[in-house]
């Protein structure tokens, strides 16, 4: 698997999103991707109990552990890398939650417009 030019929405070296819960498509901490990564799971959000709630209300319960894939479920305040489709599902429903852009991959940008991440950054003084 090649994984893409590690760079941000700024054209900047790409941040960690989160090493707790260790997160992104290659388990590697960063919002990283490739060909094969179908979800694009490159846009660094912070999670809310919102957003879990809406998350599994999809099909998607990013809450409960499943241990035996290492995943310890998330908690509101968490950081994830989270699918852009998904990201901008939730922003359609009123339900995104907010986004670290410094730590969020370019190829997002193929499906969400930074202008959209752009009103809901953590990370923009």
């Known amino acids: ?7 941000n929405v700024f054209g900047d070296p790409l941040q960690p999103c989160s090493m707790d ?7 590697d901490g960063c919002c990283n991707t490739s060909e094969q990564d179908a979800g694009s799971h490159t ?3 912070e999670v809310t109990e919102e957003f879990l709630m809406y998350s599994r209300s999809r099909g998607n319960d990013l809450s409960t552990p499943v241990p035996e894939f290492g995943f310890p479920g998330l908690e509101p305040g968490d950081r994830w890398c989270l ?3 998904r990201w901008l599902e939730a922003h ?11 730590r969020t991959h370019v190829k997002a940008l193929e499906i969400v417009p930074l202008a959209l991440l752009r009103q809901y950054a ?3 003084n």
């Open 1 to 7: 698997m090649q994984m893409q030019d590690s760079v």
């Open 43 to 45: 846009v660094c959000v």
């Open 122 to 124: 953590v990370d923009l």
């Open 92 to 102: 359609q429903q009123d339900m995104a939650p907010r986004v670290y852009l410094q």
């Open 83 to 85: 699918c852009a489709a």
């Open 21 to 27: 819960p260790v997160t992104g498509f290659f388990r």
